[in-house]
Each structure stands twice: as structure tokens, then as C-alpha cells.
């Protein structure tokens, strides 16, 4: 572990959330449904049984998403570049929703969400 990935998951551990003071009723269900249940199950694995394989995209092409889709983003604190990246995904205007994983991150582009909103989760 670099010690970028070292800061980062600190930071990470200390904001991740669980289902407790989640606002959001699609978070919330990802949180029951998906993160937490199967916690044996690889992430990528239980994150394909909840969406679907075929609504996963893989990469940091975010003209690929529309209602329907997830955007599925690799090593989003492998390094300052990396973070920066995602970051900058993030504030795209077509991505209202992201949620931090530590290990990937999820872009999500909802007609249904109003707002952009951010969320920092716990996977265990």
C-alpha cells in the first residue's frame, strides 16, 4: 500500500457510511441488498448480481452512461492521479449520482435524482 492509498483509506474509513442516516431510498436499497449481504462474494460480483452484468460499465467514459447504467470505476485511490480523476468524474454535469467504495467507485446518471449527491459507503 503507497502511501497515498494509505491516507486515503483513513479518510475513507472515516466517512464511509452504512444504512444509518442515508436519506437516499436507491442508496439505501444498495446498501441492504447489495453491499452488505454476501460480504463473502467479491464486490464486483455482488455489484453484478444487484444491477445486472449488462447494465456494468467498466472504465471512466462517462458518455457511455445513461438512465439505465452504472459506470464502474476502477482503483479510484490508487494515486493522486487516480483520485483526481475520479474526482473530476464526479463533478460532471450529466453524473447525479457517485458513490465511493474505496476499491471502485459508482457513477450513476438517474432521470429520477434531482440533485447530485455524493456518497461515501461501506462494502462490509
Keep these: 500500500m503507497t502511501f497515498h492509498q494509505f491516507i486515503q483509506y483513513h479518510a475513507y474509513r472515516l466517512k464511509a457510511k452504512n444504512r444509518h442516516g442515508i436519506h437516499s431510498p436507491f442508496v439505501y436499497q444498495l446498501i441492504d441488498k447489495c453491499l452488505l449481504t454476501n460480504t463473502h462474494q467479491p464486490l464486483t460480483e455482488r455489484l453484478e448480481g444487484y444491477f445486472g452484468k449488462e447494465n456494468l460499465l467498466s472504465g471512466t467514459d462517462t458518455r457511455l452512461l445513461n438512465g439505465e447504467n452504472v459506470l464502474v470505476v476502477p482503483s479510484i485511490h ?17 453524473v447525479l449520482l457517485s458513490i465511493d467504495l474505496f476499491e471502485v467507485g459508482l457513477l450513476i446518471t438517474r432521470p429520477e435524482f434531482k440533485e447530485k449527491q455524493h456518497f461515501v459507503l461501506k462494502t462490509k
Design 78 to 94: 490508487k494515486d493522486t492521479e487516480a483520485t483526481k480523476q475520479w474526482d473530476d468524474l464526479r463533478a460532471e454535469n450529466d
